[in-house]
């Protein structure tokens, strides 16, 4: 029996590689569909990929696609990212390489927080550019396979917006992944209005946006990857440890707003204020590593090693055959996590 869902993929900069995993494990099985595909950042990267190996080769090219895409990402390596983060100062890098072999954080999530990346001048280049630009866009693109859309936040209105079919390109792929405090702004016209905009990750408007795949004709289950924890049980107290968990809660914060409004419209329906058909009654699945989060902050997302990556791919392996031993059964038919209990 072939059980079709949506896929919603959270992002996260290096931590996207356990959403690598759990579509690696996904696309091993047969029985499984992927309709619909809502990525912001990382999950927007892995969306794209998959979908451009989908089309060239099926389950199989999207297993390369995305192997590809991670492989590309981890030689991302210490001296790249040292001449990104620390042009022109040597001392501050030698410094900064010191740090990384002995502090459980990166120093680039450091000097992230310290320097601007236009303090670098036009010559600054995103390091993800020639990861992006390896991606096919006319399979990125295609009509057929699931169906892709990319979140990205207008910096000047702060509203998310969604890109798909045609509209997704490497610049629209580098502005949902585009984290201010490392990132230039990137600009792309609107067709509509011929105005340019500045973009910033998509996360800060939707992590990802659940609402595109609301779309009829797209099945009623939504399989969120989730790869910002939900809950930390010790009090951050540190300055790096605020700013981890700030991180966490602002790139939770839109998406448990579209949960309580999926929750809002499951409970008139079931309290017969709604006709059954007038809106999708959604069911929401979850697949996440809370533990594992927990024990990583916001300053690995920028440490993309591939020991890491690695380590985070075999995770989202695991935790995605969990899912599917413990609630194949309930796609189609039911939810398996208990939003009224998320919010209560």
């Given at each position: 029996?072939?059980?079709?869902?949506?896929?919603?993929?959270?992002?996260?900069?290096?931590?996207?590689?356990?959403?690598?995993?759990?579509?690696?494990?996904?696309?091993?099985?047969?029985?499984?569909?992927?309709?619909?595909?809502?990525?912001?950042?990382?999950?927007?990267?892995?969306?794209?990929?998959?979908?451009?190996?989908?089309?060239?080769?099926?389950?199989?090219?999207?297993?390369?696609?995305?192997?590809?895409?991670?492989?590309?990402?981890?030689?991302?390596?210490?001296?790249?990212?040292?001449?990104?983060?620390?042009?022109?100062?040597?001392?501050?890098?030698?410094?900064?390489?010191?740090?990384?072999?002995?502090?459980?954080?990166?120093?680039?999530?450091?000097?992230?927080?310290?320097?601007?990346?236009?303090?670098?001048?036009?010559?600054?280049?995103?390091?993800?550019?020639?990861?992006?630009?390896?991606?096919?866009?006319?399979?990125?693109?295609?009509?057929?396979?699931?169906?892709?859309?990319?979140?990205?936040?207008?910096?000047?209105?702060?509203?998310?917006?969604?890109?798909?079919?045609?509209?997704?390109?490497?610049?629209?792929?580098?502005?949902?992944?585009?984290?201010?405090?490392?990132?230039?702004?990137?600009?792309?016209?609107?067709?509509?209005?011929?105005?340019?905009?500045?973009?910033?990750?998509?996360?800060?408007?939707?992590?990802?946006?659940?609402?595109?795949?609301?779309?009829?004709?797209?099945?009623?289950?939504?399989?969120?990857?989730?790869?910002?924890?939900?809950?930390?049980?010790?009090?951050?107290?540190?300055?790096?440890?605020?700013?981890?968990?700030?991180?966490?809660?602002?790139?939770?914060?839109?998406?448990?707003?579209?949960?309580?409004?999926?929750?809002?419209?499951?409970?008139?329906?079931?309290?017969?204020?709604?006709?059954?058909?007038?809106?999708?009654?959604?069911?929401?699945?979850?697949?996440?590593?809370?533990?594992?989060?927990?024990?990583?902050?916001?300053?690995?997302?920028?440490?993309?090693?591939?020991?890491?990556?690695?380590?985070?791919?075999?995770?989202?392996?695991?935790?995605?055959?969990?899912?599917?031993?413990?609630?194949?059964?309930d796609i189609g038919k039911r939810a398996s996590i208990d939003l009224a209990g998320l919010f209560g």
């Amino acid at each position: 029996m072939v059980r079709r869902i949506n896929l919603a993929l959270q992002g996260g900069g290096a931590h996207g590689a356990f959403t690598w995993g759990v579509l690696d494990r996904l696309l091993e099985d047969e029985d499984i569909e992927i309709a619909a595909i809502s990525g912001t950042s990382a999950g927007a990267l892995n969306g794209a990929a998959l979908k451009a190996g989908m089309q060239a080769g099926g389950r199989v090219g999207a297993k390369d696609s995305l192997n590809q895409l991670w492989t590309q990402v981890g030689r991302l390596d210490e001296a790249r990212l040292t001449d990104w983060m620390f042009p022109g100062l040597p001392m501050l890098a030698a410094m900064a390489d010191v740090a990384a072999r002995m502090a459980p954080f990166s120093p680039q999530g450091i000097m992230a927080q310290l320097v601007s990346p236009y303090a670098w001048g036009p010559g600054w280049q995103n390091p993800l550019e020639d990861v992006v630009r390896r991606l096919d866009f006319t399979q990125v693109c295609a009509v057929g396979g699931p169906k892709l859309f990319v979140g990205a936040t207008n910096v000047r209105t702060g509203k998310i917006r969604v890109f798909s079919g045609d509209d997704v390109s490497p610049e629209v792929l580098m502005a949902s992944a585009c984290l201010p405090t490392a990132f230039q702004a990137v600009e792309l016209t609107d067709p509509k209005t011929g105005q340019v905009e500045a973009y910033w990750d998509g996360g800060y408007a939707g992590n990802p946006a659940l609402f595109p795949l609301y779309a009829k004709g797209l099945p009623d289950d939504v399989v969120i990857v989730s790869i910002n924890p939900m809950r930390r049980d010790e009090l951050p107290k540190s300055p790096l440890e605020i700013q981890n968990r700030i991180n966490e809660i602002s790139f939770n914060a839109a998406l448990l707003g579209e949960l309580r409004a999926v929750q809002f419209v499951k409970r008139l329906i079931q309290q017969g204020n709604m006709d059954k058909g007038a809106m999708k009654d959604v069911l929401i699945h979850f697949i996440a590593d809370e533990k594992l989060m927990n024990e990583l902050s916001a300053s690995t997302k920028l440490s993309p090693t591939p020991a890491l990556l690695y380590r985070l791919k075999e995770a989202g392996r695991v935790a995605a055959l969990a899912f599917l031993q413990a609630h194949r059964g309930d796609i189609g038919k039911r939810a398996s996590i208990d939003l009224a209990g998320l919010f209560g």
